[in-house]
């Protein structure tokens, strides 16, 4: 159960025990989307087979935000609208107007709500209330966002900010690309993109490429600006760190794997949770570390 990608927020206010945020989270499950709702938010247990909301390793807690959505694309509606009004004008012997059809989508909407396809999506959050983190498995900051908008909804007295570095990430990956010294606990592996700060925006991605080849050299001293960049950290995980301090694409490698063999599903799931809630407090101290430390 490894988080993919790294959405990552300081925790600036909380006093919640784990009972606490249990009961809490507890008054506002996931309830089926039904109806005539199109979307359904509430809490859901991380661990699959068990009941808690909350599963913990000592302090360190998980948690699962469940959503539901109904599917009803846009063109299904405009189909059956467009059925519909052909039926009204050959009965009343007019094309109906613009309001008309506006009512006839609407009607049109209520009437496939209830026949509609439900997906449904999780996404897992790690709260380390002792080292003041707060990590979203999220590919985007909007799923990060509507997490914690839930989470503020549910739990009274917690606040969080994103993590901001003194140095931003685009300068720090292009010096070491322009040959600067990568520190010690990083290595750069063979994937980047960069960018024109210019007018034009033009990009170039290398995949599986060596990053300290002449061509890329001349990039950056034309101007281009690295915004992803694949690293690795002790030899340990695998990620590429963006532009705006998102990691993602989080892999563990052979160091970690050896340690988590477990075969059983539930033994694994509580062993890799034990390992990432140690292993990832310390990459993120050393990324901090060498992006200048936290800003402010």
């Known amino acids: 159960m490894w988080f993919r990608n790294l959405q990552v927020f300081r925790i600036t206010e909380w006093d919640a025990t784990l ?7 507890s008054m506002h499950p996931l309830q089926n989307c039904s109806g005539l709702d199109m979307q359904s938010r509430g809490w859901v247990a991380p661990k699959a087979g068990e009941g808690a909301l909350v599963h913990a390793f000592g302090q360190q807690m998980l948690i699962c935000l469940g959503v539901e959505k109904k599917l009803l694309p846009a063109s299904v509606v405009s189909q059956f609208a467009r059925l ?34 439900v997906i449904r999506c999780n996404t897992c959050a790690w709260i380390d ?23 503020h909804k549910t739990l009274d007295g917690c606040a969080f900010s994103f993590l901001k570095s003194r140095e931003t990430p685009v300068s720090v990956m292009t010096e070491w690309l322009a040959g600067n010294d990568v520190p010690a606990s990083f290595t750069v592996d063979r994937d980047c993109e960069l960018r024109d700060v210019g007018n034009e925006k033009s990009a170039v991605r290398y995949v599986r490429h060596a990053l300290d080849a002449e061509e890329i050299i001349h990039h950056v001293r034309a101007g281009k600006k ?36 477990s075969r059983d599903t539930g033994e694994r799931f509580d062993t890799d949770f034990a390992m990432m809630a140690g292993e990832i407090p310390l990459l993120l101290a050393d990324l901090v570390d060498v992006l200048g430390g936290e800003e402010g």
């Open 129 to 151: 209330p002792v080292g003041k983190w707060l990590v979203v498995d999220a590919s985007n900051a909007v799923k990060a966002e509507e997490l914690i908008e839930c989470l």
């Open 19 to 25: 009972a606490e945020l249990e009961a809490a989270l």
């Open 84 to 117: 519909r009004a052909a039926e009204m004008e050959e009965q009343l012997g007019y094309r109906p107007g613009r309001k008309q059809l506006k009512e006839i989508k609407e009607r049109i909407t209520d009437e496939l709500l209830p026949r509609a396809f």
């Open 226 to 261: 690295v915004t992803r960049l694949a690293m690795t950290w002790r030899d340990k995980i695998s990620f590429i760190l963006n532009e705006n301090l998102q990691v993602k694409r989080v892999v563990p490698l052979d160091l970690i794997k050896e340690q988590t063999s």
